[in-house]
């Protein structure tokens, strides 16, 4: 996604945030108007080996265990024009950036 976004000309600020931590507030901030559950990393072998039941966990719930662990954040996530759009969607990604 990186090499796409670089050939189409969007200059991009990349941040590890398995080295520099989302607060939660950045982290609600972030999802401002999308639900948690959104960019939650159901599949994640993190999750999996909680044993947790996913429809048990509130918003609230996924925001703290996705500030414990990162690797429960679905990557990339980006932030254009101060919305959030997931990064593996090409196609909402690109309507979002006005590239056609």
Known sequence: MRAWLLREGIELEERDFFKERLSEEELRGMLRGTP??????WNSPSFKKLG???????DDQLITMMLKEPRLIRRPLLL???RL???????RLSRALGLG
């Open 36 to 41: 948690a559950p959104d960019v939650f990393s």
């Open 52 to 58: 947790v039941d996913r429809d048990a966990l509130s």
């Open 80 to 82: 254009v024009d101060g």
């Open 85 to 91: 759009v997931q990064g593996r969607d090409r196609d």
